[in-house]
C-alpha cells in the first residue's frame, strides 16, 4: 500500500518568513495530492491540492509543488502569519486498487510573532 | 448542505462500557471514513465504505472495533468494551470518488472520546 512521510514534524518560523513542508510518497500510481490544515481543536479542512498532470499549484500564499519522478511534493508558505499556526497533513491518493487518501504524520508549524 | 455530522462531539466512559459514535455523511457523496486520531499516532484510517460496503477495515484495532454503514447518509462506530487507550479524538469524512480519482475529502468536527 502507499505510504507517506512527511518532514519535519515541527516548525517553528519569525512571522513574515517562508516555511516549507515536504513529503515522499511510494506508490507510483498516486495521482492526488491534497494538503490539510488542522487548527488546535478543530477539524482538517483541505487548503491546497495537486493533482499529477501538473508540477505547480499557487494560491496567494500558499504553493505546491510535485515532482512525480522523485516521489515528493512540498508546500510552501511564503509571508507567514500567525494564523497559519496549526497542524498541516500531506497526503496522497491511489485509485489503483486501493482509493483512499493516505496521510502523513502532520506538521506543527508555529508562526511567531 | 450542514457539512458532515457526528455525534456525540464529547464522550466520556468509564472502561468496560459500550461507545456508540455516528455519522452523517454529506449528501450525494459516495464514501465514508473513519479516522482516529491522537497525539503518538497521528491520523489512522480505521475504516472506510465506498457505496455503503465497507472495502478496508484493516485498520480497524480489534474486534472490540465495529462499524456499519446502513444507508447512505449513516454510518457507526462502535467500541465494545471500551479501554482507555481508546481515548482519543474520531473523525468521520466524507468524498464523492471513483477508480481513478477522489475528490475532496469533508471531516466532521470530531468526536472526542474519553475512556476513564
Known amino acids: 500500500g502507499e505510504n507517506v512521510e512527511q518532514h519535519p514534524s515541527t516548525l517553528s518560523v519569525q512571522e513574515g518568513d517562508s516555511a516549507v513542508i515536504k513529503c515522499t510518497y511510494s506508490?507510483?500510481?498516486?495521482?492526488?495530492f491534497p494538503w490539510y490544515k488542522q487548527e488546535l481543536g478543530k477539524r482538517p479542512q483541505l487548503i491546497i491540492d495537486?493533482?499529477?498532470?501538473?508540477g505547480e499549484k499557487k494560491d496567494q500564499r500558499i504553493a505546491v509543488t510535485l515532482n512525480k519522478t522523485a516521489k515528493h511534493f512540498s508546500l510552501h508558505i511564503t509571508e507567514t502569519q500567525p494564523e497559519d499556526s496549526a497542524v498541516y497533513f500531506c497526503?496522497?491518493?491511489?485509485?489503483?486498487?486501493?482509493?483512499?487518501?493516505?496521510f502523513g504524520k502532520g506538521t506543527k508549524l508555529s508562526v511567531i510573532p | 448542505d450542514a457539512g458532515v455530522i457526528q455525534s456525540p462531539r464529547h464522550e466520556v466512559t468509564e472502561m468496560g462500557q459500550e461507545v456508540t459514535l455516528r455519522c452523517k455523511p454529506i449528501?450525494?457523496?459516495?464514501?465514508l471514513f473513519w479516522y482516529r486520531q491522537t497525539m503518538m499516532r497521528g491520523l489512522e484510517l480505521l475504516i472506510y465504505?465506498?457505496?455503503?460496503?465497507?472495502?478496508?477495515d484493516s485498520g480497524m484495532p480489534e474486534d472490540r472495533f465495529s462499524a456499519k454503514m446502513p444507508n447512505a447518509s449513516f454510518s457507526t462506530l462502535k467500541i465494545q468494551p471500551s479501554e482507555p487507550r481508546d481515548s482519543a479524538v474520531y473523525f468521520c469524512?466524507?468524498?464523492?470518488?471513483?477508480?481513478?480519482?477522489?475528490?475532496?475529502?469533508?471531516f466532521g468536527e470530531g468526536s472526542r472520546l474519553t475512556v476513564l
Open positions: 506508490d507510483s500510481a498516486s495521482n492526488y
Open positions: 497526503a496522497a491518493y491511489s485509485g489503483a486498487g486501493s482509493y483512499q487518501l493516505t
Open positions: 449528501s450525494g457523496h459516495n464514501s
Open positions: 495537486i493533482r499529477s498532470n501538473v
Open positions: 465504505f465506498n457505496n455503503n460496503v465497507p472495502i478496508d
Open positions: 469524512a466524507s468524498t464523492l470518488q471513483n477508480r481513478e480519482n477522489t475528490g475532496e475529502l469533508f
